[in-house]
């Protein structure tokens, strides 16, 4: 009992809880804003992985460093996404149920091409870089630098977004295209341009989530998709458009993984997150949208 | 009058499709075997997923448990018991999950049955992790003729299956589920137990295949029965041949199949890339895929 209540897990837990909760705080804003299940957006972090070790490996440039470059360089990818590919979709299917299927087959598509080509360029191997690892002790507890980093630069972030969603009026203007989208272009919201900048926006925050990662975790080509399952649980969890009840989920999942492999073994690892899948997606089959769309 | 037309020529392609061991060598025959596979799998995909819209992105569960159970009864059952017990391993699954699931609709129901096929992946991983084995190997499985002939009968048997569904009650109340639930359930379809049924009849011939096609290989490893690109696989081709037609997965199998030999065993990844490309393509372009092309133009024909 004693390691399980060690505050060694708990900073585990807060530090991947805060990954997830920065990865499902972008897929909230492109699905809730959008409609659009991104079933690609592990592979985004993915890609901010990769840069943050090629610049790292190559030019000695700190992944701190390369955070700024990778979320520019994610949020260029989601504007080409949506201008090539998903404004066209969103503006001729009307039906939300028919845009949705479309849009995770299509993201599905993408996905594979996106992995493959990664695995083309930077081979399929597994890679890794050392940075920030100097310990820190703190009350019997063990950090790593980058962890630390990682922990403080999700939370900053989260917060940071949560702040300006809530008063900024871009952030009105993202909740609103929430709400209702009909009734938010009525009162003169901008509906375009607020796509396009949600779309950036989500996916500079999952190629951010990329770089933090590269600090600690192994990168490969195929490392995106238990992301994108957690974000997923994520905004199911937390309530679709609902940013704090998803960072609160975020840090609860890191918690069930966390303390659900300490139970068991760490071959569980992957179980845990797919169950807790499948679990929340079976007690919630109405869909992320819950009670909501019954109404409609 | 064209019905037997049909039935006939089938009859014919297929006698012919079981003499070709005598008639081509064995590289020609792999191929045949992995066509007739990939006609078994997305022939049975389209009685749940192209008739109901229940698309399922997890398809490889049922091939998956089905190569497990026959790997887990090597040598110790005959194949001919084997194989059928794969099957209805997978129809048992899907039995017991399809109510709990099929509640789950339209994209949710897409990323949960991929969930679900990843969970069940990662499950058998620690079975075998905990049984200390990696792979297993297999000794004395059948020669491709043998494999060849099982598989050609699936395939038949699934071609058949989804022809007949299509014709029957259960078909025409899978439709009308898939063009509006509420107003099929009104009209008294019995909605909850058709999906059922129809994930149960896609299950089964591809826990069979899945049972059948393992053997092709002299070791058996989890993640290679339970790879997510088997389902994608089946997706993108009843996607790119059209799913409302027995010839649509027909013709979208033959066209990845061709593809596959052309680029998989050189450049696995190109193969991918362009299977996920024609996926995006089809999706946005000819949602009706290759038969639909086919249709209006049929039509203008008869006219």
Redesign the interface.
Known sequence: MDTVLSGQLLFSALVIGAVYALTGLGLNLVYGTMRLLNIAHGDVVMLGAYLAFWLFSLGQISPLLAAPLAVLGAAGLGALAYLGLFRRQIETTPAVEKLEANSLLLFFGISVVIQNLASLAFTPSPRAVTYLDTIYRLGGVSMTGNRLAILGISVLICVATALVLRYSVYGLAIKALIQNREAAAVVGVNVRRVQIVSLMLGFGLAGLAGTLLSMTEQISPFMGFPFTIAAFVVIIMGGLGNLVGGILAGFLLGFVEIYGVVLTSSNARSIILYGVFVGVLLLRPQGLLGGRRISQ | MKAAFWVIGAGLAGAGAAGLPWLIGDYYLTVALNLAMWIALAQSWTILSGMAGY?S?GHVVFYGLGAYCVVVTWQAVPLFVAIPLGGLVAGIFAAVIGA??L??????F???TF??A??VK??V??IE?SSGQASRLLFGTPSVTDLYLIMLALAAAATGLAWTVRRSRLGSGLVAIREDEEAAQTFGVPVTRFKVYAFILAAVIPGMAGGTFVLRSTYFETTQVFDPVIS?SI?TMA?IGGSDDARGPLLGATFLVVLSELLWST?P??Y??V??????VF??FLPGGLVGLLGPNRHRLVR
Do not use: K, S, W
């Open positions: 698309i992105l709990p699931v509640r789950v609709r339209g994209p949710y897409v990323i949960l969930g679900i990843e969970l990662y499950i991983i620690n992790a994608f997706v996607i450049l990844q190109l991918l890339i299977l996920g490309t024609l996926l995006v999706v946005l």
